[in-house]
């Protein structure tokens, strides 16, 4: 389980360290090709976004290679559940209805939860 949860965690954190920082340091112009609902949020909220997804990101890997506060770990998959549960609302409600990769991100997020509560 330890080796199976390393994999899927860093694969979701890498997903989400790098799109994290697309979003804290790139412009509008240069996200909406990828991301086509940057337009309907307030630019700061954007910026937000990306930093949680970072410190998520940091959230999965650091606690439990440092065994301090472990259980940081699964709180962040569980972040993560519920930032996709968001987003498939966000893009449900705009013109923009491809969810598949919010769903794929759900359903990684809560096998990471699972893994990680094997420990």
């Given at each position: 389980?330890?080796?199976a949860y390393w994999i899927v965690a860093g694969l979701?954190?890498?997903?989400?360290?790098?799109?994290?920082t697309l979003k804290v340091i790139r412009s509008r112009d240069?996200?909406?090709?990828?991301?086509a609902w940057?337009?309907?949020?307030?630019l700061p909220a954007?910026?937000?976004l990306g930093t949680v997804e970072i410190l998520g990101a940091t959230?999965?890997?650091?606690?439990?290679?440092?065994?301090i506060a472990p259980s940081l770990?699964?709180?962040s998959a569980i972040g993560f559940v519920l930032l996709q549960t968001g987003a498939v609302t966000v893009h449900l409600t705009g013109e923009d209805g491809r969810i598949a990769l919010n769903v794929g991100?759900?359903?990684?997020?809560?096998?990471?939860?699972?893994?990680a509560t094997g420990w």
């Open positions: 389980m330890n080796i979701l954190a890498v997903f989400y360290f790098y799109a994290g240069q996200l909406r090709p990828m991301m940057v337009d309907r949020i307030p954007l910026r937000a959230g999965l890997i650091l606690p439990p290679l440092t065994s770990a699964p709180a991100l759900i359903a990684t997020a809560a096998l990471t939860i699972w893994l």
